[in-house]
C-alpha cells in the first residue's frame, strides 16, 4: 500500500525474515548539495550547531555525529556538490541493504516532530511521525569515489548516495555494521582521537 502525506511517502512492506509487515515513510527522496561534505539533522527553528569534530568526539564512528542531543552530524565524500540521500522513517528496525558500503548506527532522542535537513544553503523541512527514543542508521555508498571526485562539473551529481534510517528504539550503544571505505575509515579514526 502506498499514499502521499506531507512531503513523505508511506508504504507497508512485509518483513520476510521476520514473518510481519513494516510501515515505513520517506521522509526525503532527493538531492542535497553539500559544502565541505556534511548535512546536518536538527530541530526546525534551530540556528546553533556544534562544530564538526566536536558532534562525532570520542564516538566509534566519525560519519554520523550523535554526541549532542537532538542533533545528528552527516559526513559524505563528496565536498561541495549534489549527492542523492534519502530519510525513511520505519516502525521497526529494518534489515541492512546488501548495496551499502558503510553503515553506521547511533542512538537518537529527536527534540520535535520537526526537523530540517541541512546542508549549507539548503534546508529540507521534516516531519517525523512521532517523538520518541529511536536508532539512526546511516548508510553510503561510493564514499571514495566522491571523495576523488571532491566537486563534480556544473551539470553533474557526485557518485556517492546516502540512506538516513529512523525507527523507535531504547538507547543503545553505537555500531559499525560495515566500513569499507577509506574516507570513512579516517573520519572513525579521527571521532576516536583525543583532541
Known amino acids: 500500500m502506498t ?3 506531507d512531503r513523505g511517502r508511506s ?10 509487515s513494516s510501515a515505513t515513510e520517506v521522509l526525503f527522496d ?16 534551530e540556528t546553533d550547531r556544534p562544530e564538526l569534530r566536536a558532534a562525532r568526539a570520542g564516538q566509534l564512528n ?14 559524505t565524500g563528496l565536498h561541495t556538490g549534489g549527492v542523492a540521500f534519502t530519510m525513511e522513517w520505519h516502525d521497526t528496525e529494518p534489515p541492512i541493504g546488501e548495496d551499502w558500503e558503510e553503515v553506521v548506527e547511533v542512538a537518537y532522542q529527536p527534540p520535535s516532530a520537526d526537523l530540517l535537513l541541512s546542508a549549507f544553503e539548503q534546508e529540507e523541512p521534516l516531519r517525523l511521525p512521532t517523538v ?11 564514499m571514495d569515489a566522491g571523495h576523488e571526485m571532491d566537486t563534480p562539473a556544473d ?37 576516536r582521537t583525543p583532541r
Open 3 to 5: 499514499e502521499d502525506r
Open 11 to 20: 508504504s507497508v512492506t512485509e518483513d520476510r525474515d521476520r514473518g510481519r
Open 30 to 45: 532527493g538531492e542535497i548539495e553539500v559544502h565541505y561534505g556534511f548535512i546536518d539533522l536538527i530541530e526546525a527553528g
Open 62 to 75: 566519525g560519519i554520523c555525529g550523535a554526541t549532542e542531543p537532538g542533533f545528528l552530524s552527516l559526513i
Open 132 to 142: 520518541t527514543s529511536m536508532r539512526a542508521r546511516y548508510c553510503a555508498t561510493e
Open 155 to 191: 551539470d553533474e551529481s557526485g557518485p556517492d548516495r546516502y540512506l538516513l534510517q529512523l525507527w523507535p528504539s531504547p538507547p543503545l550503544p553505537e555500531s559499525i555494521p560495515r566500513q569499507t571505505s577509506q574516507i570513512a575509515a579516517y573520519w572513525h579514526r579521527e571521532a
